[in-house]
C-alpha cells in the first residue's frame, strides 16, 4: 500500500480560513466584491507597503491588466526572463504585442542585468516584466535605474514571491505596478486568484474598471471600452484573509525547509541549490537545485522517477520561453551562454509546502541520498 500522496506545494489551510469563509457564506454575500475583497485589498497594501490593490481573479489577469494600464499595443515590444511560468509571457500575446526574452542569472535565477540591459538598449522597449523566481525578487535598484534610464515602464511579477523582501522591502511592491498570485501551489492560496498593487492609485481605479467589464456609471449597462470578468469574489477573499494572517509563519516553514534539503544535499558533488541574494531575503516558495548527471551518477528525471515510484511529487523548473513552440523564432538576449536553457535541462524543485512533516521531509532526502 502506498503512502499518502505527498505534493509539491499544497494548500495549507487552518481555522482562520473557515471563520472567514463561514462569515462570507453566512452573510450570502457570495457574489463578486463585499467586505471581505475590500478587507483583503487594505490587508494585502498594509502587508506589503504599497498605497492601492485590486483583488483580481489571478496573477494571469493582474499581469493582463497591468500591461492594458501601461497603454501596451500591437506593434510595441516587452521584454520579460526565459526562465519563467507561461503567463509571464502569455500576456503579452493577449495584447499583441511582440515579446522579447532574456537569459537569467546562473546563481540567483531571476533577470540577468548585463542581458537585460544589451536588450533594452537593441529593442526600445515599452514595458519590462521582472518575475521573482521561485520567491527570489530581483535587483530592483539596478532594474529601476535602467527603466528609468531608458524610460521602459515596469512591472513587478510577484506571483511567486509573497512574503520575500529586496533590501527590507517587501516584494510586490516594486516598478509602476506589481501582480501577485494566489493559486492553489502558491505560499497562500484563495483556491484561484490574483491582486494588482500600486502606488499609482489611477492605475488601480482604471484595473478595478477594466475587471468589472468597463462597465460606465449609468444605471444601465454602458460600454465604451473593452473590460473584462476580472474581479475577485468575497469568498475567495475571505479565505485570503485568513491566509494572510499565516503567511509569515508559512515562509519561515518553507525556509527551514529549504536549510534541511540544503545542510542534507548540498554537499553532494553534482547537486547545487539556487542561491539566495546578498540583497534580499527568499520566500523559498520551492526548494530549486540542479543536478549535474555526470558528476553526480544520476539524472534529474531519476530522482523524480524515484520519488513518484514513493507517490511524491517533484518536477523540473519552468521550461524557458524560448524554448516553448509557441514562441518559435522569438528573440532572445543572452550574453554569457543559455544560463535559462542549463538550468532547464538540470533544474529541480522538490516537496516545498508549508505542510510538510519533518518525517516526510526525511524521507525525501532518504530516497534522493539511496541513488547518489
Known sequence: MKNNRIYLSPPHMGEKERKYFTDAFDSNWIAPLGPHVDGFEQEITDYIGVDHAAALTSGTAALHLALRIMGVTKGDIVLCPSLTFAASASVILYENATPVFVDVDPAYWTIDLSS????????????????DLYGQSCD??????????????????????????????????????????FNGNKIITTSGGGMLVSNNEDFVSKARFLATQAREPKIHYEHKELGYNYRMSNLL?????????????????????????????STLDGIKFMQEAEYGKSN??????????KVAGISRSGI????????????????????????KGADY?????????????NGLCLPSGSSLSEADQDRIIDIILSLL
Open 116 to 131: 537585460l540591459e544589451n536588450a533594452i538598449k537593441k529593442y526600445n522597449p515599452k514595458a519590462l516584466i521582472a518575475v
Open 140 to 181: 530592483y535598484d539596478a532594474i529601476t535605474d535602467l527603466c528609468e534610464k531608458y524610460n521602459v515602464f515596469l512591472i513587478e511579477d510577484a506571483a511567486e514571491a509573497l512574503g520575500a523582501e529586496y533590501k527590507n522591502q517587501k516584494c510586490g511592491s516594486f516598478g509602476q505596478i506589481g501582480i501577485l498570485s
Open 237 to 265: 477573499a475571505a479565505v485570503g484573509r485568513g491566509q494572510l494572517q499565516s503567511l509569515d509563519k508559512f515562509v519561515n516553514k518553507r525556509r527551514d525547509i529549504y536549510n534541511k534539503y540544503y545542510n542534507s544535499l
Open 284 to 293: 523559498r516558495w520551492l526548494t530549486a537545485l540542479t543536478v549535474n548527471e
Open 304 to 327: 523524480i522517477n524515484a520519488l513518484e515510484k514513493e507517490n511524491i511529487e517533484s518536477r523540473p523548473v519552468w521550461k524557458p520561453m524560448h524554448l516553448q513552440p509557441l514562441y
Open 333 to 345: 538576449v543572452s550574453l554569457d551562454g543559455d544560463i535559462s536553457k542549463n538550468l532547464f535541462e
